[in-house]
């Protein structure tokens, strides 16, 4: 009689992974111990029970702006002219905070309001929310990211949120086969379904990017994997994704580390594909990018105009044959998604608070000339230059000059949050980054995308907080020449 084999026997390879990731394990616990943190799994469960016990919604009225943080999520509100910002983070060189707050702005009146109701998501950062007007409005997240205080441990969201802004109530939904945990990833609606493409997801031992592509269903509550013909974008996370029509998306960019042998190299994507959508049918079709590799971009969509923009952003410049710095950029681009053409936006000539005399080059003078040439004021105050004015569209932007100051608007940042709500278009927050320390930016601007004569200050950026980390805290990559740390993935 032959040997029965027993079913349960597990390989020695098997137990000796278990074998490591419960070591690992007790020496996490150990290094928390030290810290005085406690495990961040346990601290989720704790902050999502407690939202849970919170038995009607309450609203209150903000005496102070929201504070500064980039990574949050700013939506246009469905059915009022409102912005909807969830979530984010705040860094300081020493300590880390995630927030899940659900703020409203009012851009008429200016006020912010803040609402809190019952069973709200746990705190997360590098998420995506999309508002829709179905069932008297109702903002969706998916995925994200929560960073321990001491950024010691890091936890990756697969989880959707429904929240209903009339009932003002939050609902987890319960949806099989979707996406694996990740941040850095992006959403887009179309029709009545929602698209979910890339991201990251990094525990610590590895670092993995998606090219998968997730379909939710509205209707029926159902998550679909798809598969698409044609030869689509690389795993990547923070790209541009954008909706064009209910029948078609684009990827944009993106960022990813790319592993060869030992080593590890960083890549800023500049490629750009289509997504259209015939029924069931899903199929990738490469266009041609043309634009400048830059990580960091903001992004938001013009619906009515059929227009993208992009804004900021931060790129690798080559001082040495072996250096490279990370220059930031305040230039404001749009992706006509019609002909997929990029071009820069140059607001119309200003002539009373912008009229500083030019320092690095002299304003053209406008009276007398043809009207094919270009009228130009260039405006400094030493740290950025602005033109204010008309150009013609071309192919591939040049960045704006990172000498001098911009006089008004936002000036140069990676991360910012920004959208688009009745034709304008509004940017707050971001990082700032000045050698090895990055500052997180709490203010806030409008442009009227009809005029686009002047950007309004909405929040003035009080002086940069104290940075507390130390110069040498971000390795810097001799492959990249920026810092070594994942914020270019959650943009």
């Avoid at 009207?371 to 013609?392: C, I, W, Y």
């Avoid at 569209?393 to 608007?409: D, H, K, L």
Wanted: net charge negative; charged share 25%.
């Amino acid at each position: 009689m032959g040997k029965k084999k027993n079913k349960n026997k597990v390989s020695g390879a098997v137990k000796t992974a278990a074998k490591t990731e419960k070591k690992l394990a007790n020496k996490l616990k150990k290094e928390l111990a030290n810290l005085g943190e406690e495990d961040i799994a346990k601290v989720i469960a704790e902050i999502e029970k407690e939202e849970a016990k919170r038995a009607a919604a309450s609203e209150k009225i903000l005496s102070q702006p929201p504070s500064a943080r980039a990574y949050a999520s700013l939506t246009p509100h469905p059915t009022n002219n409102e912005l909807i910002m969830f979530g984010g983070e705040f860094h300081n060189g020493q300590q880390t905070e995630v927030y899940n707050e659900l703020l409203f702005f009012n851009p008429v009146t200016g006020v912010w309001r803040q609402v809190k109701a019952p069973g709200a998501p746990p705190p997360r950062s590098a998420h995506q929310a999309i508002a829709l007007p179905s069932n008297k409005g109702e903002l969706w997240i998916f995925g994200g990211e929560f960073t321990s205080p001491t950024e010691t441990q890091f936890h990756h969201y697969k989880d959707l949120w429904c929240f209903s802004l009339a009932e003002k109530k939050w609902e987890k939904v319960i949806a099989p086969n979707g996406p694996s945990p990740r941040s850095g990833h992006r959403m887009v609606q179309l029709g009545r379904k929602l698209y979910v493409f890339g991201g990251y997801n990094d525990d610590g031992r590895e670092c993995r990017y998606f090219d998968d592509l997730y379909q939710f269903c509205l209707d029926t509550r159902t998550w679909t994997k798809l598969t698409v013909s044609g030869r689509g974008p690389c795993a990547r996370s923070a790209c541009i994704m954008l909706p064009v029509g209910n029948e078609a998306l684009i990827i944009y960019g993106g960022f990813s580390r790319v592993r060869e042998g030992r080593t590890e190299r960083t890549q800023t994507h500049t490629d750009m594909f289509k997504l259209s959508v015939k029924g069931t049918a899903h199929t990738w079709r490469s266009l041609s990018g043309g634009n400048k590799a830059r990580a960091g971009l903001a992004a938001a969509v013009n619906v009515h105009s059929n227009r993208g923009y992009v804004f900021g952003g931060v790129c690798d410049v080559e001082e040495t044959e072996e250096e490279l710095r990370g220059e930031m950029s305040d230039e404001l681009q749009v992706l006509d998604l019609e002909t997929f053409r990029w071009h820069p936006v140059l607001l119309k000539t200003q002539t009373q608070a912008q009229s500083a005399p030019a320092q690095s080059a002299p304003a053209h003078d406008t009276h007398g000339s043809d009207d094919t040439k270009e009228s130009v004021t260039v405006v400094t105050d030493d740290v950025f230059t602005m033109k204010l004015g008309t150009a013609p569209s071309i192919q591939s932007p040049t960045p704006v000059q990172q000498t001098e100051r911009v006089a008004s608007g936002p000036t140069a940042r990676m991360s910012a949050m920004m959208t688009v709500q009745r034709s304008t278009l509004y940017v707050y927050g971001g990082v700032l980054e000045k050698d090895d320390k990055q500052f997180y930016l709490g203010d806030m601007y409008s442009l009227d995308l009809h005029k686009q004569n002047e950007w309004k200050t909405i929040i003035e950026q009080p002086s940069l907080p104290d940075w507390l980390g130390t110069d040498s805290e971000y390795e810097t990559s001799s492959d990249s020449g920026t810092e070594d740390s994942d914020d270019s993935d959650d943009e």
